[in-house]
């Protein structure tokens, strides 16, 4: 057991798979001389060099589809996109192209490619950096996203996103890099399933990435007013793990989903239906959800902080569920 | 006014537990219908009334245990001729109900139902709705303690009512039921002089019938063999009056009509032998429904009083279990058990000639009080050659 940031665990999985397989390289926007926008990638141009530690000019479309040429061309390339605010630009590359792939070569063609983008607010750095769009591309068949919130997972889960046939788009909360914590030997990972990072029995709170610190402070706030909670984190933002999710909903009967997505058309959204769609006798209250305010992300600190999900809007909404 | 006892529901019933009223005061009844479920150590039996009427009051609650002949309910008969008169009536408005059938005078405002607009939903939540209607409480009387009022798990589990005897009921009714087999058995052998025959039936002639006239019939029509067999039964007893019917206060009562007691075997042990009502008037497609029907109910345990307490003759039928013939014990008051065992194939001489044939061993088991061994025979010859001319049945 050691203590390690998320970006340290971040770092340290990259360098291990580059060390590992000669056909990983990384390449995105300063990935190499300035040591990645969230400092990822530092020391790896020097460890490893130019030609698996790429700088690409600004453009997410080419670099994207280059990273899908390399994959068809048998290398296993990683991606790094700034933020997900910028991953719009490379949507064609992922949406019309990678994860299409294996479907209209009638599986001929797979494409290993793993894409890294930074999402989430927070540390203002204004509405065109701070979304949540991971439900944009949960909604597309032919990927697998993850969204690591442990340091465990940010360690862990590039080495089996790598491995995997098809694309993989990894989301790295910007809030989560300075986090620190333990980082058991060995530590064990898959890309499948959800996991209780606090058992509870009378409200489950289900939640990833970044919001999952936050949940957890939530989850200690309502044990202070005796209400037991659990906390779920998806880890796999698609394909959702159903299981553990209708697991804890039947035990607690009653769930608060935590989203920093805007509610409208949300992650959130989607998991009401799934609970409704497969638990719906066994809620014995109304769902309930904290995601962020439905406005572009403000730079002020105090008013970005408001628009986001926090841990006493958490507890508000837990409360609400009893009587 | 008319007094609802609590019937026998067969000879070995002494007392019933009332489960549920089917009516309510001021209910409209009419002969024949269900208005009560009673257990009996058998099974849970609905209870059909035999006049038309008002119901007055239900004098028994729910759960009560009372014995055979006590009055459970009052009713107003609507125009019918009054009951012989009771000495004890305290008949508190004896005149309007005979002369006025169309409306009697019920209780003041008697509620206009249909003109009330349902009550808007109550609140409750998923869980909560389906754990009421596992244990049966209505949500309508539960105070709700969740978000907005609202009816939460935890309220319909304190309005449950508390499990009253912890015992489960199985194990018991198992014991209850093996008692009244015991009761009803001892009081045959002991007051029934049984005279016993038998009779072996060639039955290639059914069977080839009844092969023909089940390739016209769907899959799930077919006729059994069980159900031919009843109706030769109920056929011949026409002639045979002296073995359908009862034996009741030191003389035979002929049955109205061939009620036939048909032995099913439960799951759980025991048995029962409802009837199926006037047999030898039945189509053989009826009562293969009404034989099936009947099973199904016997095995849920949903019988109807006048199944129970109707059978004016016994049918037994182990041929299934694999044994040759069945010599059964006469369920008082009746006074006839006829048993078919197996079908088997036997060398069988016929007009000179021998040949291999199904035969079955019909056998009688008959009251002595009430017939006489050469009866019995001459009873089990006729149905031998009812069986002979399938194409009547």
Known sequence: MKKISYREAMREALRE????????????????????????SKGLLQEFGPERIRDTPLSELGFTGAGIGAALGGMRPIVEVM???????????????????????????????????????????????????????????????????????????LAPAL?????????????????????????????????????????????????????????????????????????????????TIMASVAKCR?????????????????????????????????????????????????MEQAALPQPDKIVAAAKGLFG | MIEFKLPSLG??????????????????????QVIAVVDTSKAAVEVEIWHDGVVDELITKPGETIGVGTVMAKLSGAGEPAVPPKAAAPAPKPAAAATKPAA????????????????????????????????????????????????????????????TTPAPPAPDRQAEMRKAIAAAMSRSKREIPHYYLSEAIPMHRALEHLARANEARPVTERVLMGALQLKAVALTLRH?????????????????????????????????????????ERSLEELMRALADLVKRARAGSLRSSEMSDPTVTVTNLGEQGVESVLGVIYPPQVALVGFGRIVERAWAEDGALRAAPVVTATLSGDHRASDGHRGARFLAALREQLQRPEEL
């Not at chain 1, 798979?17 to 040591?35: C, K, N, Q, S």
């Not at chain 2, 000879?11 to 309510?24: F, H, P, S």
């Open chain 1, 17 to 40: 798979a580059l060390a590992a397989d000669p056909r990983v390289f990384l390449m995105g926007e300063d990935v190499g001389r300035y040591g990645g926008t969230y400092a990822v």
């Open chain 1, 83 to 157: 933020t997900v605010n910028f991953s719009l630009l490379a949507l064609d590359q992922i949406v019309n192209t990678a994860s299409l792939y294996r479907h209209m070569s009638g599986g001929q063609f797979s494409v290993p490619l793993v894409i890294r983008m930074a999402t989430g607010a927070g540390r203002q750095i204004a509405a065109q950096h701070s979304h949540s769009l991971e439900n944009w591309y949960a909604h597309i068949p032919g990927i697998k996203v993850l969204a690591p919130a442990t340091v465990e997972d940010a360690r862990g889960m």
């Open chain 1, 163 to 243: 491995a995997d046939p098809d694309p993989v788009v990894i989301f790295e909360h910007a809030a989560l890099y300075n986090t620190e914590g333990e980082l058991p030997e060995p530590w064990s990972t898959d890309i499948k399933s959800a996991m209780v990072r606090k058992p509870g029995s009378a409200v489950s709170l289900i939640t990833y990435g970044g919001s999952l610190p936050k949940t957890l402070e939530a989850a200690q706030m309502l044990a202070k007013e005796g209400i037991d909670a659990e906390v779920v984190d998806l880890r796999v933002l698609r394909p959702l793990d159903d299981e």
């Open chain 1, 254 to 302: 009653r769930a608060v989903i935590v989203d920093e997505g805007w509610k409208t058309g949300s992650l959130a959204a989607e998991l009401m239906a799934r609970i409704v769609e497969q638990a719906f006798y066994e809620l014995d209250a109304p769902l309930a959800r904290v995601c962020s305010e439905e406005v572009p992300m403000p730079y002020a600190k105090h």
């Open chain 2, 11 to 32: 000879a070995d019933m002494d007392q019933g537990k009332l489960l549920e009223w089917k009516v309510k005061p001021g209910d409209a009844v009419k002969r024949g």
């Open chain 2, 104 to 163: 009697p005078a019920r209780k003041p405002a008697a509620v206009p139902a249909p003109s009330i607009p349902p009550p808007l939903r109550k609140p409750a939540s998923p869980a909560a709705r389906k754990r009421a209607h596992e244990l049966d409480v209505d949500i309508d009387k539960v105070t709700g303690t969740g978000p907005h009022g609202a009816v939460a798990l935890a309220d319909i589990e304190k309005a449950a009512p508390k499990p």
């Open chain 2, 240 to 280: 045979y009056r002296e073995l359908n019917g009862f034996w009741r206060d030191g003389g035979f009562q002929p049955g109205a009509g061939v009620h036939v007691g048909v032995a099913i075997s439960l799951r759980q042990g025991g048995l029962v032998a409802p009837a199926i009502h006037d047999v030898d």
